[in-house]
Every structure is written in structure tokens, then in C-alpha cells.
């Protein structure tokens, strides 16, 4: 590959001294990660970026049997882009009993080894529902990881309950939380962020929470959203950010981009990604984040056909089965609320990668 990129022209010749870079393994700065979200050579772009992809993982793309939960709609934020919370006296807020949540959790198949839970900002649930949620989810599959509550859930329960965001960790995990979603980041430019969200955990706050949660050795992802009203300088000052605290933790497992759904957020009249902006989104965080062991082609954002070519795109990830996912779908998400295994394995074939089932953490459970 190194080779190839070498006697290989760029169609844009200004990404040759960042082509260079890349193949002597010198971190990018935040004027090339400008320059490769600015630059119209997509197939230049992605030969950069599956070559970084290659080197760290081969023709491996993993995935996961999973399942998500989202406990809650009721949320005190006001998020522009998002059409899944409602207001605490919305009639179509809803919250889950921990019956129905530990019910869905003793019907999952045994193959399922990952539940991802996520909810809005609820005001007014006990902090004993979360620890209690926790608890009861070991106890009926203590084999079972649980990914649960962003780095904005967790300084809302921090706020909420008067306790220190240590103590808040500190707490899950003795109950049994194993790692944390990425949700949350959206963007961290302030005078961005500020003009689509309202009532939660800023940028920085958004890394404190990780920095502690990594001190604390829960592994984390991270994200961010893209193609609403944010600048490309702001894109890469949030790679930048997100780069910086892993250089300090090590705690980031995988990076996932994700695209903006505009269907349900009719006020900001904004058109949806293209997909030329999502395969840069996904190529540009393998460039600038070397030190992020996995990047993610998030199948239920940008579909599985795309999601597929992500992977010769510097992605080595397509997440994984979901069975049930309404955050992205109450926001209008096209795709598919689930995939069954062999539709993944067929996407990862077909694209001429290896299918492995992982674990959360990357552990392989099998190579298909």
C-alpha cells in the first residue's frame, strides 16, 4: 500500500506533503485536517486513509451482537437536532420501568453480548433507578457488557443529585457498568454548540466527564456530529480535542462520526449529508485520530450500503445487529432498526474485508 501511494499521483496535489506524513507516521496538524475536509479528491482522501486502516487492522472489520435500550425520552435539553426527548409534560415522553427494561433484557438471545443504554435528561428519576437498572441487568446476564449513560448523562446525574462526577462513576461501576457510549460530544466549539443546544454539559465538561471515566478505567468512544451548522475549522478543532485527551487517558476505544438526520428538525433547513461528506467524515477522523485504535462506518446513520464502502475508507468497524434503536429513528434515520448477523457478515465480505464478531472492547469472539 505504502508503495502504491507513492507512485500514485493526488488528483490534488496540495495533499501531497500530508500523503507524506502519513506514510512516515508524523501526526497531521489542525491546518491538514482543514485541508483534507476542504479537499474535492475523495479517492486521494480514501487512499490515505485505508492505508493508516490497513496497517493497524489488515483486511479485519469487525462487529457486535447488540442491543439497545433507551430507558427514557424525557429530557430537560433543548437540542435542535434532536426529535427523540420530550419535555416533561409531553404526552409522548415515556419512561421505562425497571420490569420492563430487566424483561427485554432476560428475552435477549444468549449470542447478544452487549447492551448500549442511553435516555434523555430526566428530571426527576431517583438516582437508586440508575444504580438499581445496573444492578439488575448483571444480575439476569452477568455475562453481558453493559455500555451505558453519556458523558452529558453523567454530569446530569452529577448536577441532579449533587454528587461529584467521581462519586457518579464510581458508583456505576461498582453496580456494574463496563463502558460508555460516545453521545454527547455533538460539537465542541462554543459558539457552535450554543446555537443548537441548550441545558446540558458543554465541550469541556463533555471531556472532564471522559477524562475521570478513563482515570477511573472505563473505556469510553467518542463522537461527533456533523453537517448541521458547523464550520469545517470546528469539525477539526473537535478532532483535535478528542485527540489531545487520548494522548493524556488512552481511554477512547473507537471513534464514530455522525452524520445529521434533518428530516425532524425542520427549523434548521438543512439538507441531509451527502455521501461524499460521510466517507470524508469517516476518512479524515482515521487521519487525524492515530492514536484512536478504532474508527466506526456507523451502518444505522449512513446506511449499510455506505457504511460498507467506509470500510476502504479507513473505517475497520460497522458497529452491529442493534435489534431496536430509536435516537436516530426518531430523528428520521431511513435505515433499518436491525441487521442480523449474516447481514453484516455479507456487507463485510462483499467489500473484500475479514467479518469478526468482537466484543465490546474488541476481544474476537469469532471470525466468520
Not at 483486511?59 to 425520552?73: G, K, L, M, Q
Not at 477522523?285 to 466506526?296: A, E, Q, S, T
Amino acid at each position: 500500500m505504502a508503495t502504491a501511494l507513492i507512485e500514485t499521483p493526488l488528483r490534488d496535489r496540495t495533499l501531497e506533503p500530508i500523503r507524506d506524513k502519513v506514510l512516515t507516521g508524523k501526526r497531521l496538524s489542525f491546518e491538514d485536517g482543514v485541508a483534507l475536509y476542504k479537499t474535492h479528491d475523495l479517492i486521494g482522501l480514501g487512499q490515505l486513509a485505508n492505508h493508516v486502516r490497513e496497517q493497524r487492522h489488515g483486511d479485519a472489520a469487525y462487529f457486535v451482537w447488540n442491543t439497545h435500550i433507551n430507558h427514557t425520552n424525557v429530557c430537560v435539553a433543548t437540542c435542535d437536532f434532536c426529535a427523540f426527548a420530550a419535555k416533561p409534560n409531553e404526552a409522548r415522553g415515556y419512561t421505562m420501568g425497571l420490569p420492563e427494561i430487566f424483561a427485554n433484557v432476560e428475552a435477549l438471545p444468549k449470542t447478544v453480548r452487549e447492551v448500549h443504554i442511553v435516555g434523555g435528561l430526566h428530571p426527576t428519576l431517583p438516582w437508586s433507578y440508575f444504580l438499581d437498572m445496573v444492578r439488575g441487568i448483571k444480575r439476569i446476564r452477568p455475562d453481558i457488557h453493559l455500555k451505558a449513560f453519556t458523558a452529558v448523562e453523567i454530569f446530569f446525574f452529577h448536577r441532579l443529585y449533587r454528587m461529584s462526577v467521581e462519586k457518579v462513576l464510581a458508583e456505576l461501576k461498582e453496580a456494574g457498568l463496563d463502558s460508555m457510549p460516545g453521545g454527547g460530544a455533538e460539537i465542541f466549539a462554543k459558539e457552535t454548540r450554543d446555537k443548537i443546544i441548550q441545558g446540558k454539559a458543554d465541550g469541556p465538561q463533555w471531556l472532564a466527564v471522559m477524562r475521570e471515566a478513563h482515570r477511573q478505567g472505563i473505556p469510553t468512544n467518542a463522537t461527533m456530529l456533523y453537517g448541521h451548522v458547523e464550520s469545517v475549522e470546528d469539525r477539526v478543532d473537535h478532532l483535535v480535542k478528542l485527540r489531545e485527551l487520548q494522548d493524556e487517558t488512552g481511554g477512547f476505544v473507537t471513534y464514530i462520526p455522525l452524520a445529521f438526520q434533518p428530516w425532524e428538525a425542520p427549523a434548521m433547513k438543512l439538507p441531509e449529508t451527502t455521501g461524499f461528506e460521510d466517507l470524508k467524515a469517516i476518512a479524515v477522523g482515521r487521519l487525524m485520530l492515530h492514536n484512536f485504535p478504532h474508527i466506526k462506518s456507523y451502518w444505522i446513520m449512513i446506511g449499510p450500503r455506505l457504511a460498507q464502502v467506509g470500510l476502504s475508507f479507513g473505517a475497520d468497524d460497522i458497529d452491529g445487529t442493534v435489534t431496536e434503536e430509536k435516537i436516530a429513528h426518531d430523528a428520521g434515520a431511513p435505515t433499518a432498526q436491525s441487521m442480523t448477523v449474516h447481514e453484516l457478515v455479507r456487507l463485510v465480505r462483499e467489500a473484500g474485508r475479514r467479518p469478526i464478531e468482537r466484543d465490546t472492547v474488541f476481544n474476537v469472539v469469532k471470525e466468520w
